[in-house]
């Protein structure tokens, strides 16, 4: 392929992965350092662009040269937020998701859909007692924050109030899109388990927290069933999220769709597809909470592929399918209770 046809291929690309509302032509200027008069005979391909503005363009927008170059090999890149600055601290990982989110959402079209091993971890910021445990944990046996190293768990004493802000933030930001979910009962058992553990440890400070922390979670299994009979995501108490738009007599964004489905038979391995404005982009987690990103066709399409045949399996229990959805979240509801039970 000539050179040419090579940087208006770059450049064709750009344009598709800019959000609708950003210029492309202002966007080089910024970057390069150049007039809108350079940008565009560069977009046109009159002028090449020298290998320092090619490295400042793949570097910005986290693209791979053989991947520009339409090499014809098993090489994928992935982008890892947050690697490059040190380890973050929960919140700063918190921050960085509704950074994520807001981006996702300054397109047109923004669907996401979930292959969940574990529940998609925002909907532990549903309410304040499932929050303050799940971060309480996350930052003591994941992140081994020495503050926390004897710590037992109070909710009076880590409330984690600023996380839960952060949470609701970033719960209100992923309402706004359509979402399809495909659950497995397998999907909250390590939640379960991390309370059972910290139950038989002796790391509930009380019987009290640990009471607050499984009626924290039943209310947020009622809230998920409750949308999934809806199919439609809100946020507690009927209140709708978002940030103010047009249209609206609240000011108030409108909440997106969600299909919930249930495969019995296959635990995937929490898996985010997402189409924003046409384009595909998977992100993948690692080391519990951390994940990666990529736009690579190849692999978002392999990766669509599978999850549509997982769906083809699954039972689809959003605003249909009341017996299947009521089992799956009784069956959930039933270990919850168990736990206090048990002592």
């Known amino acids: 392929m000539e050179t040419k046809q090579l940087q208006q291929d770059l450049f064709n690309h750009l344009k598709k992965v800019l959000p609708a509302h950003l210029s492309l032509v202002d966007e080089l200027c910024n970057l390069l350092d150049m007039s809108a008069d350079s ?19 793949c570097e910005h927008y986290h693209l791979s040269v053989d991947q520009l170059m339409q090499l014809k090999n098993d090489s994928v890149l992935f982008r890892a937020p947050g690697i490059a600055g040190g380890a973050l ?25 979930y292959l969940c091993k574990d529940a998609p971890f925002w909907y532990f910021y549903l309410f304040p007692g499932m929050a303050a445990f799940k ?16 710590a037992l768990f109070s909710l009076e004493e880590y409330p984690f109030q600023e996380c839960f802000s952060i949470g609701q933030q970033i719960l209100a930001e992923h ?51 409750a949308q999934a009979a809806q199919g439609k995501k809100f946020l507690p ?8 738009g047009k249209g609206d007599p609240s000011g108030m964004v ?27 982009t998977s992100m993948i987690t690692y080391s519990v909470f951390n994940y ?39 069956t959930l509801r039933d270990k919850v209770l168990r736990l206090e039970k048990d002592v």
């Open 39 to 57: 940008a565009y005979r560069r977009i046109r391909g009159e002028k090449p662009i020298t290998l320092n503005e090619l490295k400042r363009i």
């Open 135 to 150: 971060t309480f944990f996350w930052c003591k046996t994941i992140n081994n924050e020495p503050a926390l190293a004897d």
């Open 254 to 280: 409108p909440m997106g769709e969600i299909q919930f489905y249930i495969n019995e038979l296959i635990l995937g391995n929490n898996t985010i597809l997402l189409n924003l404005d046409g384009r595909m």
């Open 175 to 225: 309402g706004r899109m359509n979402t399809v979910e495909l659950w497995n009962l397998e999907s909250l058992n390590s939640s379960i388990n991390q309370m059972a553990y910290y139950r038989d440890a002796g790391i509930f400070k009380s019987r009290d927290d640990l009471a607050a922390v499984a009626d924290s979670f039943i209310r947020m299994l009622d809230h998920l069933q």
């Open 89 to 113: 601290s929960f919140t700063g990982y918190m921050e960085e998701m509704l950074a994520q989110f807001r981006y996702f959402n300054s397109f047109k079209q923004g669907d996401i859909y």
């Open 237 to 244: 108490g009927g209140m709708r999220g978002g940030t103010p």
């Open 292 to 330: 990666l990103i990529t736009q690579d066709e190849r692999f978002s399409d392999r990766a669509f592929e599978t999850f549509n045949t997982l769906l083809s399996r699954s039972t689809l229990v959003s605003r249909s399918g009341e017996k299947d959805r009521n089992r799956f979240f009784n």
